[in-house]
């Protein structure tokens, strides 16, 4: 039969379908990758999605300071991350998280969401985070809603301030009589 080329081999399986991109074990770039401290560290590496092909080993998986705006479903499961306990996501664009992002991740002990552009969760994507067995500490940044509230909040005050120095302008001889009958009132009770 013909001779598949020279250096190719790992090809054919990719080229079927079976298996990955990536050895065993490998790291997907931009990430670094460490199996003895069982951690995947994908940081600052404008990723718009989740890498594929993290290495199964991983109890640590930092996503931090990219561009993720969604997670799909599924978005952890190629291929799974059974031992994965702390996940890392703050500081992404994330808007949305759908049902099923954090599916089979099982041994989940915590999940930062911090700094990112999150302003609800769906009813679905809590019942999933309620589901998984291990999960004690969600973070989350509601801060940005709180500062535009402040602002807002200044804002009526200041308008509020406002008026009532203008009512106070247009009534100054009401307010003079008030005054000197209030003063007139005290001389007279002492």
Not at 61 to 80: E, H, I, K, Q
Not at 141 to 148: G, I, M, P, R, V
Not at 173 to 189: N, Q, R, S
């Amino acid at each position: 039969g013909p001779a598949w080329p020279r250096g190719r081999e790992q090809e054919l399986p990719l080229l079927l379908g079976w298996g990955s991109a990536l050895q065993p074990g490998s790291c997907p770039a931009p990430c670094e990758c460490s199996e003895a401290a069982r951690t995947v560290q994908c940081v600052n590496g404008n990723l718009t999605a989740v890498p594929r092909d993290l290495p199964p080993y991983a109890r640590l998986l930092c996503l931090t300071g990219n561009r993720l705006a969604s997670l799909p479903p599924g978005a952890f499961l190629s291929p799974p991350l059974p031992d994965l306990q702390h996940l890392d996501l703050h500081n992404n664009s994330l808007m949305d998280l759908q049902a099923g992002t954090f599916h089979n991740l099982a041994q989940l002990q915590s999940l930062d969401l911090s700094h990112n552009s999150l302003k609800c969760l769906s009813n679905a994507t809590v019942t999933q985070l309620r589901a998984l067995p291990r999960l004690h500490r969600v973070r989350l940044d509601l801060q940005t809603q709180l500062q535009t509230s402040y602002v807002f909040l200044g804002i009526v005050l200041a308008l509020i301030g406002a008026i009532f120095l203008l009512v106070l302008y247009l009534n100054r001889k009401g307010i003079k009589k008030l005054i000197c009958a209030m003063w007139g009132i005290c001389l007279h009770v002492m």
